[in-house]
């Protein structure tokens, strides 16, 4: 790998995790570019070479985990309930190692970076559907599904394994909700 783009790597996550460690302190909206470079030890034009916004920092975040994902992940594989149920554990999985930084940005308000995310999942995972078919909502249904489950695992602890959750996941999609 160049080394000027692993430096400029290095760069953008010490700004993604000094960002981290600003919204924990005060709100997104009252964080400053100054602070944020003062906070990652970075120079000023560093900052500006990677990212037009904060805003781009959290998205960089995402698109980062979304590739670390992404590459634990054999995509040639046929699709079957065994290849959805080991995709969502090797997903969840990293969710739960991220957990702090997905919970912090649901507190701040970007829950719908983490949906967004879990949407292209989706359409990696299940294959993106033309837009006049109107079975593509369900690619959405499944994808808040799970964000919404996954979100509330996180908050309660995680007690479960992410392998019972996929499996819990797996139940509803095939059998609806019992009680």
């Not at 909502?137 to 959750?165: D, K």
Request: overall charge neutral; charged content about 25%; some cysteine.
């Amino acid at each position: 790998m160049d080394k000027r783009f692993q430096k400029q790597e290095q760069v953008k996550q010490k700004i993604e995790e000094a960002l981290f460690i600003l919204l924990k302190q005060k709100n997104f909206s009252e964080i400053t570019i100054t602070e944020l470079i003062n906070q990652a030890g970075v120079a000023r034009a560093s900052y500006y070479r990677n990212f037009e916004s904060k805003e781009a920092v959290i998205e960089s975040y995402m698109l980062r985990q979304r590739k670390e994902v992404a590459h634990k992940i054999d995509f040639t594989e046929e699709i079957s309930d065994l290849f959805i149920k080991e995709k969502l554990i090797t997903s969840l999985e990293h969710y739960l190692k991220q957990k702090y930084y997905i919970l912090m940005l649901c507190d701040k308000g970007f829950s719908s970076l983490i949906l967004e995310d879990m949407n292209q999942f989706a359409e990696i995972i299940l294959g993106d559907m033309t837009s006049s078919s109107p079975e593509r909502y369900q690619l959405y249904f499944l994808s808040g599904a799970m964000f919404n489950m996954t979100i509330h695992w996180l908050r309660t602890g995680a007690m479960e394994s992410p392998r019972e959750l996929a499996t819990v996941f797996l139940k509803l999609l095939n059998h609806g909700i019992t009680r």
